[in-house]
């Protein structure tokens, strides 16, 4: 009896190093000290020994049973730890890791950049976003902004025609005739839209393009009022340290026009290629509106004085991030509007 109680007890030891989870501990146990298990037969067949040798053996059966209870259960607290800390580091997440990227990132339009930082610095002076639609009456496009039905100034803008009356607004110019028609002076509106024009696609050409108008409506404006607000947004566009110049032009709406320059910001007004060697580039025409356009929109002249300007969005955009091919900014190719 003592000699088996020994070999149990050796067979346990053995098969408790070797047992790498809780649940095979739990078997182990079950096979010594279950309901059938070793010890527990050896007990129970004690009731057959002799007194003497019933109390050696009891005693030695119940020895070896608290040393195995006693060694499973710490084995047992052992293993179920080292699972624990094994699925601790399976199961980490790092959360500094980046995420997954389901979708690209979208980003602006770089017309869109040059547009909202011009119209951002122009709120700054008070301006107001204003709108108006890109089929439009001949009238409002063209008459209304002093250029009658036989004005030559007409032939200057190829016009797709809807009928005699409608056409695609050749220019945002019609806009302000739309403000002045419904809004209270004084005000300030600027008013980004496309526009159309007959024309062949080229590098410098589309017959889709984006123009930004501007009107300053009040009391005895002045050229250097114009000059004032223009030099604010072109500053912060293209920086402090451009220059710029107002020269004399031509528009049947403005009296006196101006066309604005700016110091070349490829070659920064030494003479280039861009700026065909006279260290200027053109960016938008100007002036103070004509009294005509004023009158023909229901305000009186003598009262009421304004000045406008127009420009290119596609036009300064490409002269900001030096693109040399207008159909870039209109083709919407990604691998290009990538790299804004
Ligand atoms: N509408 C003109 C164009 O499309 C641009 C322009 C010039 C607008 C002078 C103006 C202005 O308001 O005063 O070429």
């Known amino acids: 009896m003592l000699e088996k109680l020994e070999q149990i007890r050796l067979a346990a030891q053995q098969a408790l190093l070797k047992a790498e989870s809780p649940q095979e501990l739990e078997a182990l146990q079950l096979s010594l000290l279950g309901r059938s298990g070793q010890l527990t037969e050896i007990l129970r067949t004690m009731g057959k020994l002799q007194k003497d040798e019933r109390a050696k053996v009891g005693q030695a059966a119940n ?14 607290t052992q293993l179920s730890e080292l699972q624990k800390a ?7 997440l790092d959360i500094t890791e980046p995420g997954k990227v389901l979708r690209p990132r979208g980003r602006l339009h770089p017309m869109t950049k040059t547009y909202r930082e011009i119209r951002d610095a122009l709120i700054g002076m008070g301006f107001i976003t204003f709108d108006g639609p890109e089929v439009e009456l001949d009238e409002n496009n063209f008459t209304l902004v002093n250029m009658p039905p036989d004005h030559s100034a007409r032939d200057m803008q190829d016009t797709f025609y809807i009928n005699d009356r409608v056409v695609l607004r050749t220019h945002t110019t019609p806009c302000e005739v739309r403000a002045l028609k419904t809004l209270k002076p004084p005000f300030r509106v600027v008013v980004p839209g496309r526009c159309f024009r007959v024309d062949e696609v080229d590098a410098s050409h589309s017959p889709i393009f984006m123009q930004m108008e501007g009107l300053v409506v009040d009391r005895n404006i002045t050229m250097a009022d114009l000059k004032g607000t223009l030099d604010t947004f072109v500053h912060a566009v293209f920086g402090e340290d451009v220059k710029t110049r107002l020269r004399p032009s031509y528009f049947p709406f403005t009296e006196p026009s101006g066309e604005m320059d700016i110091s070349c910001t490829i070659c920064k007004g030494k003479g280039c290629r861009v700026c065909k060697g006279t260290g200027w580039l053109e ?9 005509h356009e004023i009158e023909n929109c229901g305000l009186d002249p003598h009262e009421w004085s304004a ?13 900001k991030y030096g693109i040399t091919d207008i159909r870039l900014e209109y083709e919407n190719d990604a691998r290009f509007l990538r790299q804004f």
């Open 63 to 76: 020895k070896v049973k608290r040393e195995l209870e006693a060694a499973i259960a710490e084995r047992t």
């Open 307 to 319: 000045f406008a300007f127009g420009l290119g969005v596609d036009r300064v955009t490409s002269l």
């Open 283 to 291: 960016i938008l025409g100007c002036g103070v509106t004509n009294p």
């Open 86 to 92: 094994q699925r601790l580091a399976q199961e980490r």
